[in-house]
């Protein structure tokens, strides 16, 4: 953890002699690496209810493309900016905020919705944050928010509970892998689909692991010895949905998808987006405090600099990322 009195410091110097910061935006929708680019911008203030943070990381996500593809088209104007899970140093707080103080390191999620900048910059408006416990760095923390909020958000709402077997299709993304976590924490059985990258880990952690390519259902309840009660769908979009309803003998509504909104219409499977729900991020400071005492983590693939955006973005398109990939502003 960086000191914070030499960071308190360095935010006043940086705040006297600049009024511009880097960001990564689009100006119009498209293929990332076609409309992205890295521009000087106006430095944001944070409105009521709102942080600033001078970022230290920032995590980017599946949805991040899919906000340059047009996911968010006529909701907001352009240009936009990605990036959403965020960890940095406090420097500017916005009326009515109470829990933090500037020289504070927090993570948490940008305010893309508000701004024409996120989270892939040098600073970032936030909208909810935590203190970062101690023993747990800006790398580890900026991995957390997305990924814990939608794992938690489908292991609730499908009710896994203590005794029942669920499959975790996909467990080796980050989402899929906080998910096989935190069903195991509810005393579940879980069965897995993964590939060779975080299979030991998963079995180190008590899953029941099988591939996910031809076959998959044989193994899956070959493995379970017993009926799968569940399954949660974090793997990228596959055509798997109908073996996943096999699994859990016959019912579509057993299954969560977060990721096959198409195919979950057409087979009456559960869907993350546009159930009616309460986005989980109240549950992110806790999972923080799990990842401090080594009980909880998400895998991260590679960090870039702020730069070298463009390699990120391919290394995650190309679907070999291994982990979550994390920008380093380095605004120091």
Not at 49 to 72: E, K, T, Y
Not at 216 to 245: C, F, H, N, W, Y
Request: glycine share 12%; charged share 20%.
């Amino acid at each position: 953890m960086e000191n914070l009195d030499n960071s308190i410091k360095d935010l006043k110097n940086q705040a006297s002699s600049s009024i511009t910061m880097r960001s990564i935006r689009f100006h119009d929708y498209g293929e990332p690496t076609d409309v992205l680019r890295l521009e000087e911008v106006a430095i944001p203030e944070p409105g009521p209810g709102r942080i600033r943070v001078s970022v230290r990381a920032c995590g980017l996500n599946p949805v991040d493309w899919g906000m340059c593809r047009g996911h968010f088209a006529g909701q907001l104007p352009l240009p936009r900016g990605i990036g959403l899970d965020v960890s940095g140093i406090v420097d500017a707080i916005g009326e009515g905020v109470t829990d933090v103080a500037i020289g504070d390191a927090v993570l948490g999620a940008a305010d893309f919705m508000s701004g024409s900048s996120a989270g892939a910059s040098d600073r970032a408006i936030m909208y909810y944050w935590f203190r970062i416990p101690a023993g747990l760095d800006f790398v580890q923390a900026a991995a957390l928010p997305m990924a814990v909020e939608t794992a938690y958000r489908g292991i609730d709402s499908l009710g896994v509970g203590s005794g029942q077997t669920i499959l975790v299709h996909g467990a080796g993304t980050t989402v899929g892998f906080a998910a096989v976590q935190i069903a195991l924490m509810r005393g579940a059985r879980v069965v897995a689909t993964a590939g060779t990258t975080y299979a030991d880990k998963l079995r180190a952690m008590g899953a029941m692991v099988t591939s996910y390519d031809d076959g998959m259902v044989e193994r899956v309840t070959e493995l379970a010895k017993q009926p799968v009660d569940l399954a949660l769908d974090t793997a990228p979009i596959s055509g798997s949905l109908i073996d996943l309803i096999q699994i859990v003998n016959g019912h579509p509504q057993r299954v969560l998808t977060v990721s096959d909104f198409a195919a979950a219409a057409e087979f009456g499977v559960r869907a993350s987006y546009g159930e009616l729900h309460t986005l989980r991020y109240d549950v992110v400071g806790d999972f923080a405090q799990y990842a401090a005492d080594g009980n909880f983590s998400i895998p991260v693939g590679k960090t870039f600099a702020l730069d070298a955006w463009r390699s990120a973005v391919e290394i995650s398109q190309s679907g070999r990322a291994h982990g979550k990939l994390i920008l380093l502003p380095a605004t120091d």
